[in-house]
Antibody, heavy 118, light 110 residues
Framework: QVQLQQWGAGLLKPSETLSLTCAVYGGPFSGYYWSWIRQSPGKGLEWIGEIKSSGRTNFNPSLKSRVTVSVDTSKKQVSLKLYSVTAADTAIYYC????????????WGQGTLVTVSS | IVLTQSPGTLSLSPGERATFSCRADQSVSSTYLAWFQQQPGQAPRLLIFGASTRATGISDRFSGSGSGTDFTLTISRLEPEDFAVYYCQVYTGSPSSMYTFGQGTKLEIK
C-alpha cells in the first residue's frame, strides 16, 4: 500500500524559508509526478507545483518565483522550498502522487500545518 | 481556468441522492476533470478522474458526468460516511501546466 509521509518545520517567521520533505513507501517512485498542494481557510485548495522522478517540474505561476521542488530518487523523497514566506502562506501543505495514466492525485500525505507568524 | 462549484452547501438525509455541480469558465477536456472528497482533518481523496471514471476502491454509488464547461458528481444513495466536502479539479496544459480546484461544496446532514 502506497504511503506518503511528510515532515518539516511547522512555525516560521515572515521572510523565512518553508522546507518540507515527503517520503514514499510501499510503492514505485519512478515514472510518477509528485505534487505539492496547500490548503488555507481563505483560499481553499491551491496546487503549488509538481516534479517528476526525472526532475521535470511545473509550477503554479502565482508561486513560481518563490518555489523550488527537488527529488531524491535514491531515497524516494520529494522536497518543497517556499522562500520569503508571509502570513498568507499559512496553510496545511500536502504532498501527493499524480495519477500515472490520468490527471488528479491518487495518494496523499497526511498534511503538515505551517504557520507563519512573527 | 476558474471552476465554480454549486451549491456552496447541500443539506440532505441519508438515503437521498446528492448532485454537485462544477462549472468551468472555459471549455475543458473531460480527461482533465477530477473530483475529490475531504473529511474533516483528513487529506482529500480522489473519487473520480477523467470526469467519469471511479478511482480504485470507490463505491459505485459515486458517478461523474459532464463535458465542456459543465460537470456533475452524483451520489446515488447517501451513506453517513458521505457527508464531507467535495472538490472538483481541472488540469490545464497551456499556457502553464497546472491544476486548479473549485472552492468546494459541503454536504451536511439535514
Amino acid at each position: 500500500q502506497v504511503q506518503l509521509q511528510q515532515w518539516g518545520a511547522g512555525l516560521l517567521k515572515p521572510s523565512e524559508t518553508l522546507s518540507l520533505t515527503c517520503a514514499v513507501y510501499g510503492g514505485p517512485f519512478s515514472g510518477y509526478y509528485w505534487s505539492w498542494i496547500r490548503q488555507s481557510p481563505g483560499k481553499g485548495l491551491e496546487w503549488i507545483g509538481e516534479i517528476k522522478s526525472s526532475g521535470r517540474t511545473n509550477f503554479n505561476p502565482s508561486l513560481k518565483s518563490r518555489v523550488t521542488v527537488s527529488v531524491d530518487t535514491s531515497k524516494k523523497q520529494v522536497s518543497l522550498k517556499l522562500y520569503s514566506v508571509t502570513a498568507a502562506d499559512t496553510a496545511i501543505y500536502y504532498c501527493a502522487r499524480n495519477h500515472k495514466y490520468s490527471y488528479g492525485q491518487d495518494y496523499w500525505g497526511q498534511g503538515t500545518l505551517v504557520t507563519v507568524s512573527s | 481556468i476558474v471552476l465554480t462549484q454549486s451549491p456552496g452547501t447541500l443539506s440532505l438525509s441519508p438515503g437521498e441522492r446528492a448532485t454537485f455541480s462544477c462549472r468551468a469558465d472555459q471549455s475543458v477536456s473531460s480527461t482533465y476533470l477530477a473530483w475529490f472528497q475531504q473529511q474533516p482533518g483528513q487529506a482529500p481523496r480522489l473519487l473520480i478522474f477523467g470526469a467519469s471514471t471511479r478511482a480504485t476502491g470507490i463505491s459505485d454509488r459515486f458517478s461523474g458526468s459532464g463535458s465542456g464547461t459543465d460537470f456533475t458528481l452524483t451520489i446515488s444513495r447517501l451513506e453517513p460516511e458521505d457527508f464531507a466536502v467535495y472538490y472538483c479539479q481541472v488540469y490545464t496544459g497551456s499556457p502553464s501546466s497546472m491544476y486548479t480546484f473549485g472552492q468546494g461544496t459541503k454536504l451536511e446532514i439535514k
